[in-house]
């Protein structure tokens, strides 16, 4: 059986199977090692949680490697589907998040969610909604037979927007919404696992392709991946480990957490698409324009939320729960853009210049985007 030729891994494929399993794992073990979990969330400097970082870094590098800057020389080729994807990434998003999570957890759920943790969730959502997807959107765009070219601008494009962008943004909303924001370590979790490892993914690239080309990329990211795996089940594990109590004599707080990321994801997603059809877009443009908007980069979320809030906060716990939620959902809407290919225009922009080798989604790791 050759599963290379599968678009989406194992891991990929099951994540939420695997997210699932390590949901299990660390209640259980929450509530029998209190201790030991006590003693990882204390291993701190500068608000940030060394154990967690190490493990985002772990999820965050490999992406980074796959991000290829010189992309950006063909940012022009396919204008509509990129200022679909900025205007919705940067524009309407993050907002949507914020105002969707306070009409949830401040009116519609006000009788369910005590107020100090409705803040705190309407938090995490606002994180996870205002950082969009990178390394994962190649895999939905190989299953919904988008142009990988066009895909790797976009991401690239994003990447860097998200550098100057993406602390501003969330330092906006959490004001709005009256939360506190502890500026010093926003920028420090940007920096830290946005800006760090792009740089040391550019330098890691430069280093390999000089060695060996694109073929020594994914090489090495194909070896790397087994930590990025690890990584992020592991931070898993931790938040809800520290999270167990919570979970154990609250379980419908994961539904009610994952119905504003559903109804946020879906309602992102029709609105791309549509533009993306109403502009006659071609559809291997449409499709990852409309995925990118959609899914999350969840691992920074995760990782900025523990900084600002800590490990057994609100926020951190909103984050996981998108990872949960993330590939079903993702899955069901390739699948409706498969199904509705031949609504959408064959094409009339200019395509991006292929590359020497154009990226596949088997190069890129997990975002458990997944």
């Known amino acids: 059986?050759?599963?290379?030729?599968?678009?989406?891994?194992?891991?990929?494929?099951?994540?939420?199977?695997?997210v699932l399993l390590c949901i299990?794992?660390?209640?259980?073990?929450?509530?029998?090692?209190?201790?030991?979990?006590?003693?990882?969330?204390?291993?701190?400097?500068?608000?940030?949680?060394?154990v967690v970082a190490v493990l985002i870094w772990a999820m965050v590098y490999p992406m980074m490697i796959a991000i290829d800057l010189g992309s950006l020389k063909n940012v022009g080729r396919r204008p509509k589907g990129l200022v679909i994807t900025l205007t919705i990434n940067w524009l309407i998003k993050p907002f949507a998040m914020a105002a969707i999570a306070v009409l949830f957890f401040e009116y519609l759920f006000a009788d369910l969610i005590a107020p100090e943790d409705a803040s705190q969730?309407?938090?995490?959502?606002i994180l996870l909604g205002a950082a969009p997807c990178t390394a994962m959107v190649f895999v939905w765009s190989q299953m919904t037979k988008g142009d990988p070219n066009y895909t790797l601008v976009q991401v690239s494009v994003n990447d860097l927007i998200m550098v100057v962008l993406y602390a501003p943004i969330v330092a906006l909303l959490l004001g709005v919404t009256e939360i506190a924001i502890p500026w010093e370590t926003l920028v420090l979790s940007v920096v830290l696992y946005i800006v760090l490892p792009l740089i040391a993914g550019w330098w890691t690239r430069r280093r390999l392709i000089a060695r060996g080309g694109e073929a020594a990329v994914s090489a090495f990211t194909a070896r790397i991946?087994?930590?990025s795996v690890l990584g992020l089940l592991l931070t898993v594990v931790l938040l809800f480990g520290f999270q167990g109590t919570v979970i154990l004599t609250q379980p419908m707080l994961i539904v009610l957490i994952?119905?504003?990321?559903?109804?946020?994801t879906y309602g992102i997603f029709a609105l791309g698409y549509a533009w993306a059809w109403a502009w006659r877009?071609?559809?291997?443009?449409?499709?990852?324009?409309?995925?990118?908007?959609?899914?999350?980069?969840?691992?920074?979320?995760?990782?900025v939320a523990i900084g600002l809030f800590g490990l057994n906060s609100g926020a951190a716990l909103a984050?996981?729960?998108?990872?949960?939620?993330?590939?079903?959902?993702?899955?069901?809407?390739?699948?409706?853009?498969?199904?509705?290919?031949?609504?959408?225009?064959?094409?009339?922009?200019?395509?991006?210049?292929?590359?020497?080798?154009?990226?596949?989604?088997s190069s890129h790791t997990t975002e458990g985007e997944l």
């Not at 059986?1 to 695997?18: D, H, I, K, Q």
């Not at 449409?286 to 980069?297: D, H």
Request: with cysteine.
């Open 319 to 361: 984050t996981v729960v998108g990872v949960l939620v993330e590939v079903p959902v993702m899955l069901s809407l390739v699948a409706f853009a498969n199904r509705t290919r031949g609504h959408f225009s064959t094409g009339d922009e200019q395509p991006v210049a292929e590359p020497s080798s154009p990226p596949s989604a």
């Open 281 to 303: 877009v071609p559809h291997q443009v449409a499709a990852p324009c409309a995925m990118i908007g959609t899914s999350s980069f969840f691992e920074l979320a995760v990782a």
């Open 1 to 18: 059986m050759n599963r290379t030729a599968s678009p989406m891994g194992a891991f990929e494929r099951y994540l939420t199977l695997w």
């Open 121 to 125: 969730y309407i938090a995490g959502l």
């Open 24 to 50: 299990v794992a660390g209640v259980v073990f929450g509530n029998l090692l209190p201790g030991l979990f006590g003693t990882l969330a204390s291993i701190e400097f500068a608000s940030v949680n060394l």
């Open 225 to 227: 991946k087994p930590a």
């Open 258 to 264: 994952a119905l504003p990321i559903l109804t946020m």
